[in-house]
């Protein structure tokens, strides 16, 4: 996290709070710029996806997150047994989440999840305002959704997986991040990604 002063606000101009100091509104967060130069406060969100029942790959990327100091985690679904949601318990930064195709007792993932302050489970699809960026979250195995959540030109990141493959790609000003899978089976693999959402960047990262 890069330390700064930053506030919702909804309006996009030019706005001198203050005679010392410059505030930059721009959509969903203000940037304070102090005498001594620019701080920017920004957040790193964890993106993961497609854990498919791994306890130890999950715990790692658990564990990855925590070090990394992220203060938001996405899940684009595939946790696919209920008993996976205590191995996200230790997780230092709230989760939201999405159902995959292979999650099948929605019911119980949703239960369990709902019993912990931090997490959600959305459906199939989320919403999300963090770090200043507009967020669309889901699995990807809809792929006409997909394309067209990639077309649409009112979001700033898009975040999927269902491939089991990372990808980390601009269209235009949108940010299309695939973490890969934390299963690590398919593709011999186990990825996450990190997105700064100053930088409007995402890396993958091997765990």
């Known amino acids: 996290m890069v330390r700064g002063a930053v506030h919702s606000c909804p309006v ?7 005679q010392d100091r410059l505030y930059i509104v721009v959509p969903e967060i203000i940037i304070r710029l102090p005498d001594e130069g620019i701080v920017v406060d920004g957040m790193l969100i964890g993106v993961m996806s497609d854990t498919h029942d791994d306890i130890a790959q999950t ?3 658990v564990s990855r997150f925590n070090r990394e100091g992220v203060e938001q985690v996405l899940h684009a679904g595939d946790f696919v047994s209920p008993f996976m949601i205590d191995t996200l318990k230790e997780l230092a930064a709230p989760l939201t989440g999405v159902f995959g195709n292979n999650d099948g007792d929605r019911r119980l993932l949703g239960m369990k999840s709902a019993g ?13 305002d963090a770090g200043g960026m507009r967020i669309a979250l889901l699995h990807g195995n809809d792929r006409e959704l997909l394309e067209t959540l990639m077309a649409c030109g009112s979001l700033d990141l898009l975040v999927y997986g269902h491939s089991h493959r990372p990808e980390v790609r601009k269209n235009g000003s949108l940010l299309i991040v695939n973490p890969g899978e934390v299963y690590g089976h398919l593709t011999g693999r186990s990825t996450v990604a990190i997105v700064d959402t100053v930088k409007r960047s995402a890396e993958i990262v091997e765990i």
């Open 12 to 18: 996009k101009y030019w706005y001198p709070a203050h």
């Open 59 to 61: 715990k790692k990327a």
């Open 116 to 128: 912990l302050p931090s997490m959600k489970i959305e459906g199939t699809f989320a919403r999300i």
